[in-house]
């Protein structure tokens, strides 16, 4: 059974850092891209980040461009998001994502991220 | 970035209808390798959302057939059949065919 759990969520002032993780169990970590998409409270979803298997390569929209970073340990069969510099407008609930080439498979239970002072 | 827009926003059904949401982009979803990555995924009330569809009309691991999908080019359509007390929730389109991926804003299901 594929599970994604996160973790590292919490209250955060504006400006400030927070790291997520993510522990994938249940399938081949090193043979799937992941990703991180996110979703304001009472809003839709919006991708956030995804990474390719070996972690070579990673994509961002803009709105997250140059603040967050996404990174895995396929050793530890982990992902990460890096959040800096953070803004009112991060305040979500951020999803770890199973990321077959296009789309989403599976995804964790969520975690809550709130900016705010 | 590819705008995806829903319709309805949302809906009202009776157990056992049938209902079909529209999913529409504002550039093809086509792919240079030929495929389309057009998915539609229900978000339950106080849960995650779940994929039930990729590739436009392939139903996921463990996804009843009274889901279909299709369409092509910038037009898809979700078809329900005999709907059920737990496909009640909020659907979302999504494209993987272009950066930013970018989601619809959704369509909520209800009973009427």
């Known amino acids: 059974e594929v599970q994604l759990v996160e973790t590292g969520g919490g209250l955060v002032q504006p400006g400030r850092s927070l790291k997520l993780s993510c522990v994938a169990s249940?399938?081949?970590?090193?043979?799937?891209?992941m990703s991180w998409t996110r979703q304001a409270p009472g809003k839709g979803l919006e991708w956030v980040a995804s990474?390719?298997?070996?972690?070579?390569?990673?994509y961002y929209p803009d709105s997250v461009k140059g603040r967050f970073t996404i990174s895995r340990d396929n050793a530890q069969n982990t992902l990460y998001l890096q959040m800096n510099s953070l803004r009112s407008e991060d305040t979500a609930t951020y999803y770890c994502?199973?990321?077959?080439?296009?789309?989403?498979?599976?995804w964790g239970q969520g975690v809550m991220v709130t900016v705010s002072s | 970035d590819v705008v995806m827009t829903q319709t309805p926003v949302s809906m009202s059904v009776s157990l056992g209808g049938q209902v079909s949401i529209s999913c529409r982009s504002s550039q093809s979803l086509v792919h240079n390798n030929g495929n389309t990555y057009l998915s539609w995924y229900i978000q339950k009330p106080s849960q995650s959302p779940q994929l039930l569809i990729y590739k436009v009309s392939n139903r996921f691991s463990g996804i009843s057939d009274r889901f279909s999908g299709s369409g092509s080019g910038t037009d898809f359509t979700l078809k329900i059949s005999r709907v059920e007390p737990d496909d009640l929730g909020v659907y979302y389109c999504?494209?993987?065919?272009?950066?930013?991926?970018?989601f619809g804003a959704g369509t909520k299901l209800e009973l009427k």
């Open positions: 990474i390719t298997n070996s972690g070579g390569s990673t």
């Open positions: 249940g399938f081949t970590f090193n043979n799937y891209w």
């Open positions: 994502t199973k990321a077959p080439r296009g789309y989403f498979d599976y």
């Open positions: 999504g494209q993987g065919t272009q950066y930013p991926y970018t």
